[in-house]
């Protein structure tokens, strides 16, 4: 059984359109951030990337992560490895 879900990208009806409101900016990220994470479209965009832009990307995440979540949390939720 697969450990990640991506039910929301399917699922959503709503326009993707960032700015207008708080509920429907969160929609709007998590519908993008969906859609960016699909594997046909990474294998499309990564090599197409150069070195700043994925950097950019890593380093914004990982800040983000570290911001928000503790360790076990972490491990949980992002990583699904199990520990803590």
Do not use: C
Not at 3 to 15: C, I, L, N, Q, W
């Amino acid at each position: 059984m697969s450990k990640h879900t991506y039910r929301f990208v399917e699922e959503y009806a709503g326009a993707a359109m960032y700015g207008w409101n708080h509920e429907g900016d969160l929609e709007t990220l998590k519908y993008y951030l969906q859609k960016f994470s699909d594997d046909s479209f990474l294998d499309l965009i990564l090599p197409k990337m150069d070195q700043e832009d994925r950097d950019a990307i890593y380093n914004t995440l990982t800040s983000i992560l570290k911001k928000h979540l503790t360790e076990s949390e972490y491990h949980r939720h992002f990583l699904k490895d199990g520990t803590h």
